[in-house]
């Protein structure tokens, strides 16, 4: 349930930013961490007392990880829209599974085959419903860079709290991780002269529909996910917000999607499908191994 709370919430994402014209992207980035961070903060530091008395330099050190990595994910890829073409940034930003496939085999877990295929079919589905087309400019080639550095960074946000969540609670782990997505994310703007302020109110509203929905409901479910299902597969249930945000864009802001997505999109549904139920699949085969295990010791 809060897989499908979170996929939900983060589709909304790309048509609240696109409607939120009058602010800066990189300072709509931070705003959601901040006043999340706002709502979070106080509920965090009253409830979790203990455990942030206790918490170990590791584990403190896996959360401001995690908030680095999303701060420079948020820093590399909204910039990247700005080089390249929203098709070609959003394409090569749902490279993301491939890179924590990545991370997961640098960490020394071995992926089933199963499970590459359907990262392989996702992304496939992802570059052909965004009808992705790289330019060959430079201007088009820093914003492609920009766009899998974004990729390559959310792979690492999401290992780093997958780290961290084996012991530490959900609203310990977000409050400190985007506390420092935020604190970096205002260093950025500032350094960059972005304005923080000063938007109409249909832009602030837009900014705090960002904050309930793909911050708290969404970025927040999925780290609460992190402690039972595996950073590989929830990067790849990420991409069902592809179908998510264009289906909100249709209804909302007429962005009708073109017929030659629809493959695209039925293509990612099937690899979201296959690392899903292949990954089910093999942990009841673990899980009857292990049982069989038992019963032949006793």
Request: charged residues 10%; aromatic residues 8%; proline residues 3%.
């Amino acid at each position: 349930m809060a897989l499908v709370v979170a996929v939900l919430a983060v589709s909304t994402s790309g048509p609240l930013i696109a409607f939120a014209t009058a602010a800066p992207a990189m300072a709509i980035a931070f705003w959601r961490n901040a006043l999340a961070v706002g709502v979070l903060g106080p509920i965090s530091l009253f409830a979790r007392r203990a455990e942030y008395a206790n918490l170990a330099r590791r584990e403190a050190a896996f959360c401001a990880l995690a908030g680095v990595a999303l701060a420079a994910h948020f820093a590399a890829w909204m910039p990247s829209i700005r080089f390249t073409t929203v098709a070609a940034s959003t394409a090569l930003v749902a490279t993301q599974p491939v890179w924590q496939g990545l991370i997961s085999v640098a960490q020394g877990r071995r992926l089933r085959t199963v499970t590459w295929a359907g990262i392989g079919v996702a992304v496939l589905g992802a570059v052909l419903a965004t009808g992705a087309d790289f330019g060959v400019s430079s201007r088009a080639v820093l914003g492609d860079l920009l766009a899998v550095l974004g990729a390559v960074m959310a792979a690492a946000y999401t290992a780093f709290g997958e780290r961290a969540r084996v012991t530490l609670s959900t609203t310990t782990y977000t409050t400190i991780c985007y506390s420092v997505c935020a604190v970096l994310l205002l260093v950025v703007c500032l350094a960059s002269g972005q304005s923080l302020g000063g938007y109409p109110s249909t832009t602030w509203l837009a900014i705090l529909g960002l904050v309930a929905g793909a911050q708290l409901l969404g970025h927040t479910m999925f780290n609460y996910a992190l402690r039972r299902v595996s950073a590989t597969t929830i990067s790849v249930l990420i991409l069902l917000e592809v179908p998510g945000a264009g289906l909100i864009a249709w209804l909302w802001l007429d962005q009708v999607p073109p017929a030659a997505s629809l493959a695209g999109l039925a293509l990612l549904m099937v690899g979201v499908l296959i690392v899903v139920l292949g990954g089910a699949h093999a942990g009841r085969r673990e899980r009857e191994r292990a049982r069989l295990q038992v019963e032949t010791a006793a």
